[in-house]
């Protein structure tokens, strides 16, 4: 059985099933590109609006949401303003309504290859 299960995994893409998969058979699941990349979804307004809710960044929700659903998650930045923004998502916690509602974000969007299809 593996310990970890890497896939792609951000509020546009919320892999309801395979997260539940992973659950149920003890596997962690980690998300890769957890922010998305950083472009588009850090403008989404409903990120926005809880950004602004929780004394936040949109980066930082994100990162919180994942936490709260029991992702890993390891976000990448070159920028040192941001990789100290993105460890620092302890002191704050979602509320359950809202961890839902970015749920709802979920558009079966991919940054990068679908498994199910290469070669
Ligand atoms: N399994 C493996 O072997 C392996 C190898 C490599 C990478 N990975 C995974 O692949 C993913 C690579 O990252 P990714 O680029 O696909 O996705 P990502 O982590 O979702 O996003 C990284 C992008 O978001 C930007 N960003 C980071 N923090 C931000 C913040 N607080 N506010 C605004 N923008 C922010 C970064 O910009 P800047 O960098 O310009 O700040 C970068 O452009 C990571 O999840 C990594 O763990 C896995």
Known sequence: MPAVNQ??????????GLRAYDRSHGIATEAWSPLAKGGALLR???????????????????????LQLGNVVIPKSVTPERVAENIDVFGFELDPDDVEAIETLDEGHRTGPDPDHFG
């Open 44 to 66: 989404n307004p409903l990120l926005g609006a809880l950004a602004e809710k929780y004394g936040r960044t949109p980066a930082q929700v994100v990162l919180r949401w994942h």
């Open 7 to 16: 896939i792609e995994l951000h509020p546009l893409l919320v892999q309801t």
